[in-house]
């Protein structure tokens, strides 16, 4: 089975506080990786990364993918409590398919 | 914006009945899928389907489920016969395509049906 890790598995920040969400995974050759931020019930897109090194920003959120160290990262700037969340990491496999292998995810809590 | 809809929100079933979860993807997805999460654990991959055929399905994805497309814009899970271990959150997506593109691959998920087998 494709492994995704994410870490931490929860974080506690404060609102303005800058975080850094990391998934490291074993698949070596793999289509696109995707972030996901999961609130109360469904998970809502966030980012796909298909090129390493290639950083996708929107607003306080940014994304980078490194294929040749295996991991991503998802960088939160100025924290809001609204940043509150699971946010999860998947991937889509190598080769056709279209099924997404998802990681533990990181609970993220921003208080004021 | 448009946005994938699942009904009901919450279903409550006895042991061994059928149920049916519906989910009506965005309208030019061509590509549909399921996932579940059970509480705590991750979001799992159950079945995708294309041009009114399942294209893979999991482990997970057994003979007790059934997916449809009966008209032109609903798409349903159906489970035979619960069991206690079918409880958890059932996620509709869709997709326009899979052709390795971020601007048609990502799926986009629906708000779930809260499966709950006594």
């Known amino acids: 089975e494709d492994k995704v890790v994410q870490s931490p598995l929860s974080l506690v920040v404060h609102e303005g506080d800058t975080v850094t969400l990391n998934c490291s995974y074993e698949?070596?050759?793999?289509?696109?990786l995707l972030w996901y931020k999961q609130e109360k019930k469904a998970p809502t897109f966030l980012f796909m990364l298909?090129?390493?090194?290639i950083e996708k920003k929107s607003g306080r959120l940014s994304s980078i993918l490194d294929k040749k160290e295996l991991f991503s990262i998802l960088n939160i700037t100025a924290t809001q409590t609204g940043d509150s969340a699971i946010y999860l990491c998947?991937?889509?496999?190598?080769?056709?398919?279209?099924?997404?292998?998802f990681g533990t995810g990181t609970q993220l809590k921003v208080e004021l | 914006e448009p946005e994938v809809t699942q009904t009901p929100s919450h279903q409550v079933t006895q042991m061994g009945q059928e149920v049916i979860l519906r989910c009506v993807p965005i309208s030019n997805h061509l590509y549909f899928y399921w996932y579940r999460q059970i509480l705590g654990q991750k979001v799992e991959f159950l079945v995708s389907?294309?041009?009114?055929?399942?294209?893979?399905k999991s482990e997970i994805f057994d003979d007790q489920f059934s997916v449809e497309r009966p008209d032109g814009s609903n798409f349903t899970l159906k489970i035979r016969s619960t069991k206690l271990e079918d409880s958890a959150m059932y996620f509709c997506a869709s997709s326009e395509a899979a052709s390795g593109s971020w601007l048609t691959d990502t799926q986009y998920f629906g708000p779930g049906t809260r499966l709950t087998v006594l």
């Open positions: 698949v070596t050759n793999f289509r696109s």
């Open positions: 389907f294309y041009n009114n055929e399942i294209s893979e």
């Open positions: 298909t090129s390493s090194g």
């Open positions: 998947a991937l889509y496999p190598p080769g056709g398919g279209n099924k997404l292998t």
